[in-house]
């Protein structure tokens, strides 16, 4: 493995980083704006409709959570991973100082 190899990999991480947390951010301000939405139309809506908007709102903050979650789990494996790498790199080193 090369340096160059390395921070290609580090890049591709910071970058599917970097999109994993747009997404979360982009989930948020859906479900903030949806939320606000359907608020404003439950003030409205009389009884029955309020419990179904209630429901829908529940609905959609739990697959925003879920969203949440899964890119949680998948930063964690993208920082587990890059401490392997990290740790392969420190070995590569320590290698190449021996045969120097």
């Given at each position: 493995?090369?340096?160059?190899?390395?921070?290609?990999?580090?890049?591709e991480?910071?970058?599917?980083?970097?999109?994993?947390?747009?997404?979360?951010?982009?989930?948020w301000?859906?479900?903030?704006?949806?939320?606000?939405?359907?608020?404003?139309?439950?003030?409205?809506?009389?009884?029955?409709?309020?419990?179904?908007?209630?429901?829908?709102?529940?609905?959609?903050?739990?697959?925003?959570?879920?969203?949440?979650?899964?890119?949680?789990?998948?930063?964690?494996?993208?920082?587990?991973?890059?401490?392997?790498?990290?740790?392969?790199?420190?070995?590569?080193?320590?290698?190449?100082?021996?045969?120097?």
């Amino acid at each position: 493995m090369n340096d160059n190899t390395f921070r290609l990999s580090t890049l591709e991480s910071v970058l599917f980083i970097s999109l994993a947390v747009l997404l979360v951010l982009a989930v948020w301000v859906i479900s903030r704006h949806i939320s606000a939405a359907r608020q404003a139309r439950a003030e409205l809506a009389p009884g029955k409709e309020y419990r179904s908007l209630a429901d829908e709102y529940r609905r959609l903050s739990d697959l925003a959570i879920t969203a949440q979650e899964h890119t949680d789990l998948r930063l964690t494996d993208l920082g587990v991973r890059i401490d392997e790498i990290r740790d392969q790199l420190e070995q590569m080193q320590r290698i190449l100082k021996e045969v120097e």
